[in-house]
Structures are given as C-alpha cells and as structure tokens.
C-alpha cells in the first residue's frame, strides 16, 4: 500500500486544518493508522493513531484536547484534524500504517509511510 498525505499550509495561530492521508488500496481497512510530526531539528515524534478496524485512538497528550484522528474506510483515508493551531505545531506531518496493528506510538513499528505534508503556523 502506498500513502499519499496533504491538506497541510500556511495558517495563524488559533487556526484549523484537516491532513488527509490517501491509501492506494482497499486493504488499507486492515491497517492501523498514525500521524508522526517532524519540527525543524527535532526528531521525528508521534501524534495520533488509530487501531485497525477503529475501535481505539490514542493521542499525544500535548495536543489531546486539540487533535483528532478519525478513519473513512470507504475512501481508503485517514485523518487528522487539528484545531486551535499554535506556532509550535509547526512540523512536517507524515501519514503511516501497519498491517493489523494497534495504536502504536513507536516509530519503528510502522512499515508504511506516506511523504509528509507540511504545516506552518505563524504567530
């Protein structure tokens, strides 16, 4: 399977986007689902993921209250809709999945992965 994220872009701060990552086959049903960030000199960290088949989410406690990950099987995609969006959420935002997988907040345990939407937030 391969992911195609977007719907990241110039926003202000207090501002609202929604990623969307894009799956190329109808499997992707079967797979859990993250969304990881990458700030400039930072390493690469989790943010929101959600099980196969949907029945559980977890959520980066910073952005709890802010974020939220959501699935439509039917158009193979995930997404990631964020609110209240500060400067510090800044970051290149990648889409992944794993076959059968839970929640997952570990990088490694993610096969696929998608090339990353950029989001900016200014002040």
């Known amino acids: 399977v391969q992911l195609q994220a977007s719907g990241g872009g110039l926003v202000q701060t207090g501002d609202s986007l929604r990623l969307s990552c894009a799956a190329s086959?109808?499997?992707?049903?079967?797979?859990?689902k993250a969304w990881f960030r990458q700030a400039p000199g930072k390493e690469r960290a989790f943010v929101a993921a959600i099980t196969w088949g949907g029945g559980a989410t977890r959520v980066e406690a910073s952005v709890k209250d802010r974020f939220t990950i959501s699935e439509d099987n039917a158009k193979n995609t995930v997404y990631l809709q964020m609110t209240s969006l500060k400067p510090e959420d800044t970051a290149l935002y990648y889409c992944?999945?794993?076959?059968?997988?839970?929640?997952?907040?570990?990088?490694?345990?993610?096969?696929?992965w998608g090339q990353g939407t950029q989001v900016t937030v200014s002040s």
């Open positions: 086959e109808r499997t992707f049903r079967n797979y859990a």
């Open positions: 992944a999945a794993q076959c059968l997988g839970g929640a997952d907040t570990q990088i490694d345990n993610y096969a696929v």
